[in-house]
């Protein structure tokens, strides 16, 4: 009988974004013949519950959270060294900033054989202060020492990671995320005339979505300011942002400060975001700061056009003027202007959103993703003498 190798993965918050919806697919889709997926991660959300409903061993934590409180830190630390002592796993594989710290000490104090980082997009980035900037790149360069294998979900972290330091070249290998290309695909049958009437959309408007957390690095008023100067031209058109997060307030006072109160739709955060997207004439993704995000790829996916900025992987994924649009980061105008030649222009709309699809298939399959974890799962339990 084949042995199976634990893998514990490690995660903060139990909402459902991007990085817990990575964790989720990983999990769900491992050669259950080699590997046995275990989840920690922190409260809020219902990941935990899905989780188990799909057949996944699950702990939780309730101070494993984002924000940094020494002592609540302290203790989550020997919280995760106790359950690791317990499951006693081969492979210890955390994600984002604070359970990958974390996370990789209580592995190398349990003595784990392998201790695996996905860098959802590193938390030190040129936005913030200096001191700040600091900060976190000495506990990532820190946190490198005890790290068998950092996964880069795009090639511009990978060289982030490499030109500060944080980890040889030989220890870091771009996976870039993906989805599952046959559940994200348009339905030619699908008829959007109640979610639209949900929506208080008309048939007439033109509807542009942003699918995300409502979080500083979405860099939402952006998109906000780029709605205004549309308007002023086509004053009809709906705005709609899928998500929720610590920002919602202050993004519906700047809505209503801008008087755009009729344009803007708030949904809150939906588990049928494949549904919702069909709803969407033009998706757009304003961000700030990015790894490789998953609603880019699952919009490209149902053949919607799309305009990005260039932050983080998304130009690992979209080619401007070939498969979607990009504009530079904090530029409102251009960011307008190019969702204004969309607006314009179906053919190019449907055009691009073919060759979205095309792209998505070809280069960031949930498969492929799979896969490549995998690969690097056995290569490091090889070099450690475990097979």
Avoid at 178 to 204: C, M, N, Q, T, Y
């Amino acid at each position: 009988m084949t042995r199976k190798y634990q893998v514990v993965h490690i995660i903060t918050s139990s909402d459902i974004g991007g990085a817990q919806q990575h964790v989720q697919d990983i999990v769900t889709n491992l050669n259950t013949e080699m590997f046995k997926p275990i989840v920690i991660c922190g409260l809020g959300g219902e990941f935990d519950v899905k989780l188990r409903s799909l057949g996944i061993e699950t702990y939780k934590i309730e101070s494993l959270d984002k924000k940094i409180n020494f002592l609540l830190d302290f203790k989550t630390l020997f919280k995760l060294i106790g359950i690791l002592r317990k499951i006693q796993p081969v492979i210890v594989h955390t994600h984002s900033s604070k359970a990958g710290l974390l996370g990789r000490i209580a592995a190398k104090l349990c003595g784990i054989s392998v201790i695996v980082f996905t860098a959802h997009g590193f938390v030190f980035h040129e936005f913030m202060s200096k001191a700040k900037y600091q900060f976190y790149l000495h506990l990532e360069k820190f946190a490198g020492l005890i790290t068998d294998q950092i996964i880069a979900v795009s090639e511009l972290d990978k060289a982030k990671a490499i030109s500060n330091n944080v980890i040889s070249d030989m220890k870091i290998q771009t996976v870039h995320n993906g989805i599952d290309i046959d559940l994200f695909k348009p339905d030619p049958e699908f008829d959007a005339k109640a979610l639209r009437s949900h929506l208080k959309v008309s048939k007439d408007d033109i509807v542009i979505g942003l699918v995300g957390r409502l979080v500083e690095e979405k860099g939402i008023p952006y998109f906000i300011e780029a709605a205004r100067i549309l308007c002023q031209t086509y004053p009809r058109t709906k705005f709609v942002l899928v998500g929720d997060g610590p920002l919602r307030n202050s993004l519906e006072e700047k809505v209503n400060n801008e008087k755009l109160s009729n344009n803007f739709i708030f949904t809150g955060v939906r588990e049928d975001v494949k549904v919702i997207l069909s709803v969407f004439d033009i998706v757009v993704f304003s961000s700030i700061k990015e790894g490789l995000p998953l609603a880019l790829l699952e919009a490209l996916a149902m053949e919607k056009a799309v305009v990005a900025t260039t932050a983080g992987g998304i130009p690992e994924v979209i080619t401007s003027g070939k498969d979607g649009l990009l504009t530079p980061i904090g530029d409102s105008g251009l960011l307008a202007k190019a969702i204004l030649s969309l607006i314009n222009d179906v053919n190019l709309r449907v055009a691009l959103g073919k060759a979205g699809r095309a792209t998505v298939s070809k280069n960031f399959s949930l498969y492929q993703m799979v896969q490549a974890t995998e690969k690097i799962y056995m290569k490091l339990l090889q070099e450690k003498k475990v097979l």
